[in-house]
């Protein structure tokens, strides 16, 4: 198993939580495998030191590598530059350039943490939800966009599109996914409302006939955003657009305790073809977090779990995607915590002890 791997640390603790996943990779190398890394800039970082949040030479090595893996970008003092410069603009464009369709953001509550989320621990044990957003269409790219003005002042515009190309090639991953889980689908949209999303749920449905062995159902965003706090094991996969995924998976971040503990895996092909066309891009769901940046109190694991991610769907290396997963739930199950997640255990860990702790755990679990 081998491959090259572009990292992109970006702002914020995005530096120190993929040099913690980097410990993990480098103990990964040592039992056989032979990943290679290059890393780059993106986000504020880029801006700094080429005047733009993604440089073309950047997104050149992206697009010739095997897989992407980043921290995370922005930052307070970025906030005032103009929009196209601003550090978010650089990861979108990213994701847009590698046609990355579709943001797999599993939600998963490991025994251990049970207790850490907002919820009673047992509406939240054993929980296993996959989003699937859709993530280079609909309001945040649609056109026109932009602030302007007329007679009584300035108007903000945003455009809400989707061809029905787009929502089938994701709704048809979502279905290939819930095949390899519980082959259950709910569609999320709010097609009483928005045309749109209607075209979204009839789409949906034109799918569905190539996949009868899967169960759908359909709710209205508001309603499923209730849900997933009221009841989430009912839900297995979940597919909707890219502003209500983005909201959607935030929430269901609380489940499991913390923003810290979501991966994310951005794809541009079927979870079977992702390494055979173009790179996937990997990133925990968390952001800058620029308050605790530089002080080593930042939680890796969501960007460790990616690496998996990374390592599962871009080199089907399910050996060693595996082991990483066992390992941080070995890590948790011993009582090993980081800030965001310390419940008082005794074994709260910084930033690098906690990549460090899980890279020791590998060999028990290497196959």
């Not at 410069?85 to 369709?101: C, N, T, V």
């Not at 061809?163 to 279905?175: N, P, Q």
């Not at 991610?309 to 070995?330: C, K, N, P, T």
Request: charged share 25%; aromatic share 6%.
């Amino acid at each position: 198993m081998s491959g090259r791997l572009v990292l992109l640390p970006g702002d914020g603790i995005g530096p120190e939580v993929v040099k913690s996943a980097c410990c993990v990779l480098e103990h990964i190398n040592s039992l056989g495998r032979g990943y290679t890394t290059e890393e780059d800039l993106v986000g504020g970082a880029a801006y700094e030191a080429h005047g733009v949040p993604l440089h073309a030479d950047t997104l050149a090595r992206a697009k010739q590598a095997d897989a992407v893996l980043l921290g995370a970008v922005g930052g307070p003092q970025w906030e005032s530059l103009p929009f196209d410069k601003r550090p978010e603009r650089g990861l979108l464009a990213l994701r847009k350039e590698l046609d990355l369709f579709a943001n797999l953001r599993p939600a998963i509550v490991f025994d251990a943490l049970a207790g850490a989320s907002t919820l009673k621990p047992e509406v939240v044990k054993g929980l296993d939800i996959l989003i699937v957003r859709e993530l280079t269409g609909g309001i945040y790219f649609g056109e026109p966009r932009g602030v302007d003005k007329d007679a009584q002042g300035r108007i903000g515009r945003n455009t809400l599109v989707y061809h029905e190309d787009e929502i089938r090639r994701v709704v048809r991953l979502a279905f290939d996914m819930a095949r390899l889980r519980n082959k259950r689908v709910c569609s999320v949209d709010k097609a009483n409302v928005l045309e749109c999303t209607e075209l979204w749920r009839d789409v949906t449905n034109e799918v569905h006939k190539d996949y009868q062995d899967v169960a759908l159902t359909h709710m209205y965003v508001d309603n499923a955003a209730m849900q997933l706090v009221r009841a989430p094991a009912q839900f297995d996969v979940m597919v909707t657009t890219n502003m209500f995924g983005d909201i959607l998976s935030d929430e269901a971040s609380m489940l499991t305790g913390s923003l810290g503990m979501l991966p994310s895996a951005s794809l541009g092909a079927s979870a079977e073809d992702v390494g055979k066309s173009r790179p996937g891009l990997y990133e925990p769901v968390h952001g800058s977090a620029p308050d605790i940046a530089g002080m080593d109190k930042a939680n890796p694991l969501a960007t460790i779990l990616s690496l998996a991610l990374l390592l599962r769907y871009s080199f089907h290396d399910e050996g060693a995607a595996r082991a990483i997963e066992q390992s941080v739930e070995r890590c948790l199950a011993e009582g090993y915590r980081c800030a965001d997640i310390d419940e008082g255990t005794g074994a709260c860990l910084g930033t690098q002890a906690m990549g460090e702790k899980v890279a020791g755990y590998l060999e028990t679990f290497w196959t």
